[in-house]
């Protein structure tokens, strides 16, 4: 029998709930009266390196870690995460940690607001700013949405230690083949509905980007107006919305074993950002999003008026994974193709949520 | 002489349990204050100032009862016997 780890960041405070013997135990709210950006579960580790993003709106932010599941939450005295003074800038929070490549096990990836990448070569205790990208000359060009101005996606390339890929809001999708040394904006065919120009080099409000299970190349984008795919890892970018009820919304994850297979949360569109009928739904596509369909029963069928934010859906690393997602008004649900069912209710509003599998 | 530094309740897990810290006085600032407690207890102190050594937005400072927003922010003189006083701000929900 599996046992899965689940986290789930919240307005105010940490949820985290074991999988044992088929049911969920969620424990009580850690971090109280903090925003909880991003979680991670590192993998990486015998027992697995939990990370939280954590912000008070009084003291600041910060990153903890757990090697103990959770039982404990430690941080440096010094800030994980910390813009060096000749930048005038000060941290507003973490928006996102990405584990490096298993073949690099004690670098983690923090992405940031505002707009910025960070690297940690000590197993995500601390960071350093990646310069070449908090230098690009587009910098002056990229302006905050309303969630703020921040580097939401990192996707290290799953076979090539050079190439990575970060995706921002507003900015769009930069990429580097040379470790970070140098980054170039990859947002050909993605449109924007709120700039003079339908298709600009950059400028695009990403909200999020997933990496494809089978080949290392191949990409799929939630835009701000628009779901998209790479084949050749973000050089260019073809719609994938037809078959999918609304092209807006906020996350895209795809199964990390099955190829092909990525996931949507549709709303009707920029300017009416509600579940189309008040349903709340799953879109899944098996075949790269030549075709979507409704993933599930179980969810609620009518005056649904919430939304699920970028980092709130995820998967798990089994197979077939499991799908996980956190609504804005505080609903945890956990499910996929065999149904769905609500894990919490009445929680903070649910800002990020990750799970895996634990051996 | 010295300055008495009150470190509000949500904050002491940082001062090592302490609600009151001194340090030593002998002509500063709030700016050195701060530096002072940035060497002592950095994990306090990145909590009341961001990295660009300025006050966290929501946080208030008070020097014996006085807001230095009031008087000279971060430049403000503390003096010998002085207490320095941090006090979270009303906001969030």
Redesign the interface.
Known sequence: MTDTLLLAGTRKGLLLARKRGGSWHVEPLALP?TAVYAVAIDTRRRTPRLFASAT?????P?ILHSDDLGATWS?????PV??P?DT????ARTWQIQPGRPSEPEVVYAGVEPSGLFRSEDGGLTYELVRPLWDHPHRADWTPGAGGMAVHTILPHPADQARMLVAMSTGGVYRTFDGGASWSPANTGIKTTFLPELYPEYGQCVHKAAQDAGDGDRLYLQNHNGVYRSDDWGGTWTSIADGLPAEFGFPVVADPRRPGHAYVFPLVSDGFRFAPDYRCRVYGTADAGKSWSEIGGGLPTSGFYTTVMRDAFTTDDADPAGLYFGTRSGDLYAGGAEGWKQMAANLPDVLSVRAAVLE | MTITVLVPGALAEYSGGLRQVTIPGGGTTVAGVFDRLAADLPALERRIRDERTGIRRHVNIYIDGSDIRTLSGTETSVPDGATVHIIAAVSGG
């Open positions: 009266m008070s709106e009084h003291w600041g910060t941080e440096p005295d010094h800030a910390a813009f003074k005038d800038t000060a941290l």
